[in-house]
T-cell receptor, first 112, second 113 residues
Framework: DSGVTQTPKHLITATGQRVTLRCSPRSGDLSVYWYQQSLDQGLQFLIQYYNGEERAKGNILERFSAQQFPDLHSELNLSSLELGDSALYFC???????????FGPGTRLLVL | SQQGEEDPQALSIQEGENATMNCSYKTSINNLQWYRQNSGRGLVHLILIRSNEREKHSGRLRVTLDTSKKSSSLLITASRAADTASYFCATDADSGGYQKVTFGTGTKLQVIP
């Protein structure tokens, strides 16, 4: 158990819908990272927050957005969902900005 | 090749043998990390090696880093069936004033009992 929690575990929705994925980092960790893992794209870094502020941006679509709240939990919002958004979405946390990342169990999103 | 590309893509060995996986990257890095992932599960951090380090050990794991060749290797000695998983390297580099972490495509390791 990494100490990072993600909810929900599974999510099935339809194209065009919007979903919110939630992540609670390990106690004391200030950085939260979001990744998307699909069969054809591998593990893709989406975005990183550090202590509430956006720190780095990867291959995140404009339809996706994220934020980190004062209690350090983070949410990833996916809107206007497409079939290709079906993937595993992982959240990771670390104490700082260049430290070991601890991954949550992931949210499996299926867009029908 | 993309930043953080592992080689081989897949590896199948007998229990007890050693497994070696390689990772190549393109840009200067701050550190490089190796992760393991069991099918459909979250990634588990194995080891972090900083750019000024050349070798690191953790149990049956040995990681080397050659910054001149922009490559790293992960050696698992005396493999066990439970080592069957995908292994990813991740590079941590500065990008436009920010830190950017890039994962490779992974090596699928199968250890046959």
């Amino acid at each position: 158990d990494s100490g990072v929690t993600q909810t929900p575990k599974h999510l099935i929705t339809a194209t065009g819908q919007r979903v919110t994925l939630r992540c609670s980092p390990r106690s004391g960790d200030l950085s939260v990272y979001w990744y998307q893992q699909s069969l054809d794209q591998g593990l893709q870094f989406l975005i990183q927050y550090y202590n509430g502020e956006e720190r780095a941006k990867g291959n995140i679509l404009e339809r996706f957005s994220a934020q980190q709240f004062p209690d350090l939990h983070s949410e990833l919002n996916l809107s206007s969902l497409e079939l290709g958004d079906s993937a595993l979405y992982f959240c990771a946390s670390s104490g700082g900005v260049q430290e070991t990342q601890y991954f949550g169990p992931g949210t499996r999103l299926l867009v029908l | 090749s993309q930043q953080g590309e592992e080689d081989p893509q897949a590896l199948s060995i007998q229990e007890g043998e050693n497994a070696t996986m390689n990772c190549s990257y393109k840009t200067s890095i701050n550190n490089l990390q190796w992760y393991r992932q069991n099918s459909g599960r979250g990634l588990v951090h194995l080891i972090l090696i900083r750019s000024n380090e050349r070798e690191k050990h953790s149990g049956r794991l040995r990681v080397t880093l050659d910054t001149s060749k922009k490559s790293s290797s992960l050696l698992i000695t005396a493999s066990r069936a439970a080592d069957t998983a995908s292994y990813f390297c991740a590079t941590d580099a500065d990008s436009g004033g920010y830190q950017k972490v890039t994962f490779g495509t992974g090596t699928k390791l199968q250890v046959i009992p």
